[in-house]
């Protein structure tokens, strides 16, 4: 891949890419959260809430090993995919009364924001063929 900024020793760096360190600090961000959930019988929801934070991260360290741009940008789709799960698992944390709404604003506001970032380095990745940030 010629010109790539985030490469070393062949592979993209993840840890240089913005959108996964925003979406890395969500992650972590959101299992201190789900620590707090109270109430018993929620443990699927808070389960389902902190694998799907942690999966936007992953899906990007994932992508960063694969071979094309092309697959790279795969997984960055399912990294906005896993954005998508988590504003809906924050939005029933916050309808079933498990976190307050200024947490769920919040939280939403940098899941969104997330997102918006993955999907502009996906269109980088796709329309110029280097995945720059």
């Known amino acids: 891949m010629r010109g790539v900024e985030l490469q070393v020793g062949g592979m993209r760096d993840f840890k240089r890419i913005k959108a996964w360190q925003r979406a890395h600090a969500l992650s972590i961000?959101?299992?201190k959260l789900a620590r707090s959930f109270?109430?018993?019988?929620?443990?699927q929801l808070k389960s389902q809430l902190t694998r799907a934070a942690g999966s936007i991260a992953t899906n990007i360290v994932e992508g960063c090993g694969a071979p094309t741009n092309k697959e790279f940008a795969r997984y960055l789709a399912m990294s906005i995919d896993t954005a998508n799960e988590t504003e809906y698992h924050l939005l029933c944390s916050r309808d079933l009364a498990l976190i307050p709404e200024k947490e769920w604003e919040k939280f939403t506001a940098e899941?969104?924001?997330?997102?918006?970032?993955?999907?502009?380095?996906r269109k980088r990745v796709l329309s110029d063929g280097e995945a720059r940030q």
């Open 29 to 31: 961000a959101i299992h």
């Open 38 to 43: 109270s109430r018993k019988g929620y443990g």
């Open 111 to 121: 899941t969104v924001e997330v997102r918006k970032m993955i999907v502009g380095y």
